[in-house]
């Protein structure tokens, strides 16, 4: 196994955005741009990130097209089949389905933060124009506690400063870790 694929998913404002443009600051300061198909991302050496990170306000795969989903498992397979070991970070609700997770055995987890603090990053959203209707936001707490719960998908509790510098750490530890 070449390719370890490590996945944030979970509900808009809980944080995996965030996480994603630090751990970029970590591992990927000399990145470039790649494109496989529809597929787009950043790599650093052996660290790849897949989606969109142009500085808009839903970075991640919320920028890739809806149908990118061959083109991405199709490019995990190319670094899988590789001589060297790679990273790839995937964030958000784009390819968070069964059928990537499986097929990219990846390392799931979900970021979550207690309601209050969904709600004051929600509002902070809509003041800056970037609000989501509560139907919005109850189909990806649906489709978000529905991969819990059939994947065991675990939880990563980021309500916090303290609790994204944990998070950074550990996801960083495990890139590097894995690339030794």
Avoid at 45 to 51: A, C, D, L, T
Avoid at 157 to 167: E, F, K, S, V, Y
Wanted: hydrophobic share 35%; proline share 2%; charged share 30%.
């Amino acid at each position: 196994m070449n390719a370890k694929t490590i996945y944030l998913g979970g509900v808009p404002a809980s944080g995996k955005s965030t996480l994603f443009r630090r751990i970029r600051g970590e591992l990927f300061s000399h990145a470039t741009a790649f494109k496989h198909g529809l597929c787009r991302g950043v790599e650093c050496g052996p660290y790849k990130m897949i989606g969109v990170f142009d500085g808009r306000a839903f970075e991640g795969t919320d920028g890739l097209s809806m149908c990118v989903i061959d083109d991405a498992l199709d490019y995990v397979a190319g670094l899988e089949r590789g001589g060297h070991r790679a990273v790839v970070f995937v964030e958000g609700d784009r390819l968070f389905c069964e059928r990537f997770l499986r097929e990219t055995r990846a390392e799931a987890f979900i970021v979550e933060a207690y309601q209050r603090v969904l709600d004051q990053r929600r509002r902070q959203r809509a003041a800056n124009g970037c609000g989501q209707t509560d139907t919005f936001l109850q189909s990806k707490r649906t489709k978000v506690d529905n991969l819990r719960r059939k994947l065991g998908i675990r939880t990563a509790w980021n309500n916090t400063p303290a609790d994204q510098d944990r998070l950074v750490r550990f996801f960083v530890r495990k890139a590097m870790e894995w690339t030794e």
